[in-house]
């Protein structure tokens, strides 16, 4: 059997739709078009290595993330990406069918979405994402070829 085309994308930055939104229209049909592209692979993974979802900016209430870590909660973070997803349905949409036709779809936390490691804001995205193949949705620091 032949390894899958391995895809790495990164630093999207998606936002809520904004003042802070950096993805504009037309990066966000380059993407759709690129995922509809390779879900015609036979075999495909996508690495998501980091800074997929802008959680920082994304201020649903003013000082919501005012501390010293810039950090926030798991609710907090749940709700921005409920935000994100309302602000890109159709990048999600496509993400969507490229696991239903059988790759896998990985996410690396970067400085700005470190709230992918949150287990609901995991959950949330791999139940989105994934429907019945949840566990071609992943989460993670690192990524291992199969054989390397």
């Given at each position: 059997?032949?390894?899958p085309?391995?895809?790495?994308?990164?630093?999207?930055?998606?936002?809520?739709g904004?003042?802070?939104?950096?993805?504009?229209?037309?990066?966000?049909?380059?993407?759709?078009?690129?995922?509809?592209?390779?879900?015609?692979?036979?075999?495909?993974?996508?690495?998501?290595?980091?800074?997929?979802?802008?959680?920082?900016?994304i201020?649903p209430?003013?000082?919501?993330?005012?501390?010293?870590?810039?950090?926030?909660?798991?609710?907090?973070?749940?709700?921005?990406?409920?935000?994100?997803?309302?602000?890109?349905?159709?990048?999600?949409?496509?993400?969507?069918r490229?696991?239903?036709?059988?790759?896998?779809?990985?996410?690396?936390?970067?400085?700005?979405?470190?709230?992918?490691?949150?287990?609901?804001?995991?959950?949330?995205?791999?139940?989105?994402?994934?429907?019945?193949?949840?566990?071609?949705?992943?989460?993670?620091?690192?990524?291992r070829?199969?054989?390397l």
């Amino acid at each position: 059997m032949n390894a899958p085309e391995l895809y790495i994308i990164s630093d999207l930055h998606l936002c809520d739709g904004g003042p802070l939104e950096d993805f504009r229209p037309e990066d966000e049909r380059a993407l759709v078009a690129f995922l509809f592209r390779i879900s015609r692979q036979p075999a495909a993974t996508l690495i998501v290595n980091g800074d997929f979802i802008d959680f920082v900016q994304i201020q649903p209430r003013p000082q919501m993330w005012y501390n010293a870590t810039l950090g926030s909660t798991e609710d907090e973070s749940l709700e921005k990406l409920e935000l994100a997803i309302q602000a890109h349905a159709p990048i999600f949409d496509a993400l969507r069918r490229f696991v239903a036709h059988g790759h896998s779809l990985r996410f690396h936390a970067g400085n700005h979405d470190i709230d992918l490691l949150w287990p609901r804001v995991q959950t949330r995205l791999r139940h989105l994402i994934g429907g019945r193949e949840t566990a071609a949705v992943s989460f993670g620091t690192e990524y291992r070829h199969a054989g390397l």
